[in-house]
């Protein structure tokens, strides 16, 4: 299982990205599938979660500003991020859990500029 980030990039303070991640197998297949972010010195943190019965799950940090979705049709996960802040800046990380293993996707960079 491959899963493909994009999306990341430069934005000011109170814009928005969409973050996109595209599975080489079938999206339904997953369990679960999410966005965690990561600063240098820091641990992963989880971002936001969608299970394959369409509950979803945010962190307390980005609740009410992000949007996590998919398309199984194009094997896409996407992370819509609005009113961004400096704190979001991270390297954004796609996830995927199926058939009781966790596979990750390269990151994304996003840098939010105050």
């Known amino acids: 299982v491959q899963l493909q980030a994009s999306g990341g990039g430069l934005v000011q303070a109170g814009g928005s990205l969409r973050l996109s991640c595209v599975a080489s197998?079938?999206?339904?297949?997953?369990?679960?599938m999410g966005w965690y972010r990561q600063t240098s010195g820091k641990e992963r943190e989880m971002v936001a979660l969608?299970?394959?019965?369409?509950?979803?799950n945010y962190a307390d940090s980005v609740r009410g500003r992000f949007t996590i979705s998919r398309d199984n049709g194009i094997n896409t996960l996407y992370l819509r991020m609005n009113e961004l802040k400096p704190e979001d800046t991270a390297v954004y990380f796609c996830n995927g859990y199926v058939n009781g293993a966790n596979h990750w996707g390269r990151g994304t960079l996003v840098t939010v500029s105050s």
């Open positions: 197998t079938s999206m339904a297949s997953f369990n679960w």
């Open positions: 969608l299970s394959n019965l369409g509950s979803k």
